[in-house]
């Protein structure tokens, strides 16, 4: 399925567009993927959204061993986690269960080595990840939406539908890469 499709139909409707509309294909999507291509770049030379980049592969690859490996105590102790961030009332609380959700994942996954490797090496993150809760803000759409999504996660896990697990762990990661940079655009205005 193209990439493409969505745009033309979201313009569909729209007048003047009949210029877009004539546009091949091939060709948008040539320039979607250079645009991609340069916000990649653009996080591949941050030392922080390279972080962020590194911990996106990661996880992806873990969720898939969580899959396989997860018992039904692993799948009750994230149904806990996720409750316990859904009702959340601090920033402080909201960061501890975001830490353990992912913490819990690794561990299912047997890579709990990694993740604490990678908390030691990811100081920077961490600490960035800190102010950018405080900025997101308790109880607001942003907040949300990384509530939905760890639970979209965890009904995927429990489901055992590796696609899904997958799909909503870049879609969690997406969602933060877009709020980071909208987090440090703002702060740069």
């Known amino acids: ?20 509309s004539s546009i091949p294909e091939e060709t948008v999507r040539k320039y979607e993927d250079a645009v991609l291509n340069n916000l990649l770049d653009f996080i591949k030379s941050d030392a922080v959204l390279l972080h962020f980049h590194v911990r996106l592969i990661c996880e992806c690859e873990n969720i898939r061993k969580v ?36 913490k819990t994942l690794f561990r299912i996954a047997e890579n709990q080595d990694f993740f604490s490797w990678w908390r030691l090496k990811s100081k920077e993150l961490s600490n960035f990840f800190n102010k950018f809760w ?10 949300q939406d990384l509530m939905d999504i760890h639970k979209k996660i965890f009904y995927a896990i429990k489901n055992r539908d590796e696609e899904a697990a997958v799909n909503a762990t870049q879609e969690h990661f997406a969602i933060l890469l877009f709020q980071l940079l909208g987090t440090t655009y703002n702060k740069s205005q």
């Not at 039904?72 to 009702?87: H, M, P, R």
């Not at 405080?134 to 907040?143: E, L, P």
């Open 1 to 20: 399925m193209s990439r493409v499709r969505p745009i033309r139909e979201m313009l569909q409707d729209q007048k003047g567009c009949e210029y877009f």
């Open 134 to 143: 405080d900025s997101i803000g308790y109880g607001t759409k942003h907040y």
């Open 67 to 102: 899959i396989k490996l997860a018992k039904d105590i692993d799948i009750s102790n994230l149904e806990e986690i996720v409750d316990n961030l859904a009702t959340a009332e601090t920033v402080e609380s909201i960061s501890i269960y975001d830490s353990e959700f992912h």
